[in-house]
């Protein structure tokens, strides 16, 4: 897939107007509004913000050195349990109203690993890619999820489905634990909700689940393979719309 977004800003708005709809508004977010051009952006099913709770549509670099693909897709973001509410503001303490439960079911039911599967781009089935990002939480008086540090510090995890694969690839981590061990434990999505159950003291934990497609960021003058805003939501993104509110 093409596209000639020239950064995760332009797809992130060209996709905005597709997505929409007067039953559910998509509003555009920068990560960080000083470098609004170049940082990752999301698509919030909601005026709420920070919008944690809530399933988004991400755009972001695909690598961040060489800038030559766009990825997009999917965000949920895992907060923390009742356990830290003594001491954490209740906008960080997860709810029934989170997305990351509805996820975890479908995940573990295999729904989404079926959606993924699904997805083709024309007569060419995908290659998926997802990242998971997990930290624990330290000082309450400081705590931002959206902060470059907290960010910056995390374990990350990604991960690679081939098309007509059944299990999902380990590609990079910086946990400096045996990668096989790391890719066995997530061959299979459906896997993930029961693991995150039993880590220890996981309600101090924070965890931000990316899976979506990249695309390669090419000129206008190859409009001829470029895959439209309005293809980029039909084939992909709005596979997701279950999991977005409204």
């Known amino acids: 897939m093409k596209t000639t977004a020239q950064s995760p800003r332009q797809l992130c708005i060209d996709v905005q107007a597709h997505g929409s709809s007067k039953a559910r508004l998509l509003i555009a977010r920068p990560w960080q509004f000083q470098d609004a051009d170049d940082t990752?952006?999301?698509l919030v099913p909601s005026s709420e913000w920070p919008a944690y709770r809530h399933a988004k549509l991400f755009f972001d670099w695909f690598t961040r050195k060489k800038k030559d693909r766009v990825?997009?897709?999917?965000?949920v973001e895992k907060g923390l349990g009742a356990v830290a509410a003594?001491?954490?503001?209740?906008?960080?303490?997860?709810?029934?109203d989170w997305a990351w439960h509805r996820f975890c079911e479908d995940c573990r039911s295999g729904l989404f690993d079926q959606v993924?599967?699904?997805s083709t781009y024309g007569e060419t089935s995908q290659t998926w890619?997802?990242?998971?990002a997990a930290g624990y939480v330290d000082k309450p008086s400081g705590f931002?999820?959206?902060?470059?540090?907290?960010?910056?510090?995390?374990?990350?995890?990604?991960?690679?489905?081939?098309?007509?694969?059944?299990l999902w690839e380990l590609t990079e981590s910086n946990d400096p634990r045996k990668t096989a061990s790391a890719s066995g434990m997530l061959s299979q999505?459906?896997?993930?909700p029961d693991i995150v159950a039993k880590l220890q003291q996981r309600d101090w934990l924070w965890i931000d689940v990316y899976c979506g497609v990249s695309l390669e960021v090419?000129?206008?003058e190859e409009i001829s393979e470029v895959t439209t805003a309005a293809q980029v939501w039909s084939s992909t993104l709005s596979r997701f719309e279950r999991w977005l509110p409204g």
């Open 40 to 42: 990752l952006w999301w």
């Open 71 to 75: 990825w997009t897709g999917i965000n």
């Open 86 to 96: 003594s001491v954490y503001p209740s906008k960080f303490i997860m709810s029934q």
């Open 116 to 118: 993924i599967a699904d």
């Open 129 to 132: 890619w997802l990242k998971i």
């Open 144 to 166: 931002d999820p959206l902060s470059q540090s907290f960010r910056d510090a995390r374990a990350f995890y990604c991960f690679r489905k081939n098309p007509g694969a059944s």
């Open 189 to 192: 999505l459906s896997d993930m």
């Open 218 to 220: 090419v000129g206008p």
